[in-house]
Nanobody
Framework: QVQLVESGGGLVQPGGSLRLSCEAS?????????MAWYRQGPGKQRELVAR???????NYADSVKGRFTISGDNAKNTVYLQMHSLKPEDTAGYLC???????????????WGQGTLVTISS
């Protein structure tokens, strides 16, 4: 069973930066179809922050455009989220998501990480 291991969360002052990482523990899958970061703030619904597809195309939530950058390293089965100019409203649990493709009966499998907490506060 593949697991996604996230790291990089923490407490940062407004205007600061953080870099989140997420690595898939199991390399038995054939390929990565897509990688993404979601977040869920206090009392809010889970929302897509950024996504990168296997063709390199990306999309971002309007609220993070120009401040966040998603990138992937398929050789390391790792996805990153570089966050700059952080705001208090970015405070949330950030969850890694991957869609993996297995060349067997499993086909496409969606996997979630446990989440890493990002707190923006002075």
């Amino acid at each position: 069973q593949v697991q996604l291991v996230e790291s990089g969360g923490g407490l940062v002052q407004p205007g600061g930066s953080l870099r989140l990482s997420c690595e898939a523990s199991d390399r038995a899958f054939f390929s990565v179809y897509a990688m993404a970061w979601y977040r869920q703030g206090p009392g809010k619904q889970r929302e897509l922050v950024a996504r990168i597809n296997n063709d390199g195309t990306t999309n971002y939530a309007d609220s993070v455009k120009g401040r966040f950058t998603i990138s992937g390293d398929n050789a390391k089965n790792t996805v990153y989220l570089q966050m700059h100019s952080l705001k208090p409203e970015d405070t949330a649990g950030y969850l890694c998501n991957m869609v993996l493709y297995y060349a067997d009966e499993r086909g496409y499998v969606e996997v979630w990480g446990q989440g890493t907490l990002v707190t923006i506060s002075s």
